[in-house]
Every structure is written in structure tokens, then in C-alpha cells.
């Protein structure tokens, strides 16, 4: 129905940078939201950041004013750039859309790209 292919993840030092791609494709009728999760080893999942379709954005506190999440909706494409990074940033990022498919509104999930982020 949805898949969701996401690219960019790797290795890189404290202070480099990185940027995610997420792109989603299959029956879309509509998008209401994209984003980004990450799950460190022995944690939770948790949000990193979300953008919605108007172009509303929400940041974990931690990564406001290092990460910034844009989306190209003619793509059904999320991004999220991500600056200054640091060892704690380390995990799995998950990229999640919401949206209408199949008759019905629902989330739909990425495999993870894993992020390392050396000290």
C-alpha cells in the first residue's frame, strides 16, 4: 500500500553533519504529516521531528537549532538536516508518514537508517 524508502543515515564525528531522505510512494490519497523517529540502543523511540502538511513544524528539544525538517509535497518527500551532531544523536531513525491510503488514515513506517555519531 505505502512504502516508505529512506536513505542518508551513516557515520560521522562529532560536529559533522548529515541529512535523511524519506520518500514515500504507493495508493496516497493524502498526506497529513511526515516525519522523523529515533531509537537509541536500550531506549524508547521517540520523536525527533514532525512536519505537517501546511508546513508546521515540531522539534525534541534537544535538536532545536541543530536539526531542521522540510518536505517536498509535490514528492511525497520528507528531509530532515541534521548539524552540530553529537554522540547522544547516535540511533536508529525511523521515518513515519500519516496519511490516506487504502480507504482509511493511518501510519506507515520506515526500516531506519542507523545514524553513529562518533566522539
Known amino acids: 500500500q505505502v512504502q516508505l524508502v529512506e536513505s542518508g543515515g551513516g557515520l560521522v564525528q562529532a560536529g559533522g553533519s548529515l541529512r535523511l531522505s524519506c520518500a514515500a510512494s504507493?495508493?496516497?490519497?493524502?498526506?497529513?504529516?511526515m516525519g522523523w523517529y529515533r531509537q537509541a540502543p536500550g531506549k524508547q523511540r521517540e520523536l525527533v521531528a514532525a512536519?505537517?502538511?501546511?508546513?508546521?513544524?515540531n522539534y525534541e528539544d534537544s535538536v532545536k537549532g541543530r536539526f531542521t525538517i522540510s518536505r517536498d509535497n509535490a514528492q511525497n518527500t520528507v528531509y530532515l538536516q541534521m548539524n552540530s551532531l553529537k554522540p547522544e544523536d547516535t540511533g536508529i531513525y525511523y521515518c513515519?508518514?500519516?496519511?490516506?491510503?487504502?480507504?482509511?488514515?493511518?501510519?506507515?513506517w520506515g526500516q531506519g537508517t542507523q545514524v553513529t555519531v562518533s566522539s
Open positions: 512536519i505537517t502538511s501546511g508546513g508546521t513544524t
Open positions: 513515519y508518514v500519516y496519511c490516506y491510503a487504502a480507504s482509511s488514515w493511518g501510519d506507515y
Open positions: 504507493g495508493s496516497i490519497s493524502s498526506i497529513r504529516a
